[in-house]
């Protein structure tokens, strides 16, 4: 299985900056793409950034040029780089990963703890 290690959330003033982190752990072959997704209360999961194998990455509209996603060389940890932040960036923000095991064609998805994000004065 896969293990997805969460860090970095915590409470920030509105313009302030945060850095969330990622580690993917456990038995897979290759990851095709990591990236982030966040969930404020009383709201569905959206996507936030995800960066592909091939360092193509997509990003909301709500986090451009505020957000950074980047990685490690060995392409198993991920970062995001939160500047400028608002308080509609207050939310709980999960990693995920979608990797491929061996002896698979598919590629499954493994979701972080979540980690939690608050910006207030």
């Known amino acids: 299985q896969v293990q997805l290690g969460e860090s970095g959330g915590g ?3 509105p313009g302030g900056s945060l850095r969330l982190s990622c580690a993917a752990s ?3 072959v290759g990851i ?3 990236g982030w997704y966040r969930q404020a ?7 936030v950034v995800f960066i592909t194998t091939g360092g193509h990455t997509t990003y909301a509209d709500s986090v451009k040029d505020r ?4 990685r490690d060389s060995d392409k198993k940890t991920v970062y995001l780089q939160m500047n400028s932040l608002k308080s509609e960036d207050t939310a709980v923000y999960y990693c995920y990963a979608s990797v491929l ?3 698979s064609s598919l590629f499954s998805d493994y979701w972080g703890q979540g980690t939690q994000v608050t910006v207030s004065p």
């Open 101 to 103: 095991h061996t002896g």
């Open 11 to 13: 409470l920030v003033q």
């Open 67 to 70: 957000f950074t996603i980047s």
């Open 41 to 47: 209360p009383g709201k569905q999961r959206e996507l």
């Open 26 to 28: 456990g038995s897979f």
């Open 32 to 34: 095709n793409s990591m």
